[in-house]
């Protein structure tokens, strides 16, 4: 299927690596001009020349950490000078650890909801009145499954705030932009942390929880993400989709 991306400019954020690199890399090769952010500036080198070996689609890559306001500006004005406009916005740059909720002080709780939901506004922002003029526009936020059903994890009640925030947040923005030609829908992986369990716990723990038989792979969700990305999603916003897999039954 054409997604009808050709020539389209995109900024994904938390692009260097994992899900926001798969993003940029699935945009590329639908023809999208995509402009890559992170805070590594060596690792997001090596994702701009792979993508661009890898699809032969134009990459830029600007150096910004989503929660310092100058960076943020700067990465906006690079890409509209670069191309001229800026047409999809994908916010998936920062992290909020996993924490004890009693062990939270205020400004740890000030620090985590800046490392994920003000990320989120500032980049949106700053992007949103290129879309209004162009009278098009798609962004798509990355969630989390968490930020619904807690599934027995503990210790993620500051993610979990965070991510049930960026829902509302994305509904709300999704109505007063319709009106822009703008579309705001949220994406929520599924993951699964292996690091700490034997392959035969990881293996029992996937199949309990993913009735399709394996958890999400990066190109599950940036599969998603171009759909919401493209010109067949028109017609689709404020929605939250949660890509895994049937965990959510």
């Not at 890559?61 to 906006?76: E, F, H, I, M, T």
């Not at 506004?121 to 619904?148: D, F, H």
């Not at 399709?212 to 190109?219: D, L």
Request: net charge negative; charged share 25%.
């Amino acid at each position: 299927m054409d997604l009808g991306l050709r020539g389209k400019v995109a900024i994904v954020t938390g692009s260097s690596d994992g899900i926001g690199y798969g993003v940029a890399h699935a945009l590329a090769e639908e023809g999208v001009r995509v402009v890559l952010c992170a805070r590594r500036e060596s690792l997001l080198a090596e994702a701009r020349q792979a993508i661009e070996r890898e699809t032969g689609a134009e990459v830029f890559a600007v150096p910004c950490d989503v929660q310092r306001l100058n960076d943020v500006q700067s990465l906006v004005k690079e890409t509209a000078r670069r191309f001229g406009a800026i047409h999809i916005l994908v916010n998936n740059a920062g992290s909020v650890p996993s924490i004890q909720f009693a062990s939270v002080e205020d400004a740890q709780w000030h620090q985590m909801l800046e490392g994920k939901l003000l990320g989120y506004i500032r980049v949106t922002r700053e992007t949103v009145p290129y879309m209004e003029r162009a009278g098009w526009g798609r962004i798509i936020n990355m969630g989390a499954v968490g930020a619904e059903r807690a599934f027995g994890q503990a210790k993620i009640s500051a993610y979990a705030a965070a991510k049930a925030a960026v829902v509302a947040l994305s509904r709300s923005l999704a109505l007063e932009e319709a009106k822009n030609g703008i579309t705001v829908n949220v994406v929520n992986p599924s993951s699964i942390d292996e690091n700490e369990l034997t392959l035969e716990e990881a293996r029992r723990i996937r199949d309990a929880r993913f009735p399709i038989g394996r958890p999400p792979t990066v190109e599950d969700v940036a599969a998603t993400v171009a759909f919401f990305a493209s010109e067949e999603a028109e017609y689709v916003t404020g929605q939250v989709v949660n890509v895994s897999g049937g965990w959510m039954l």
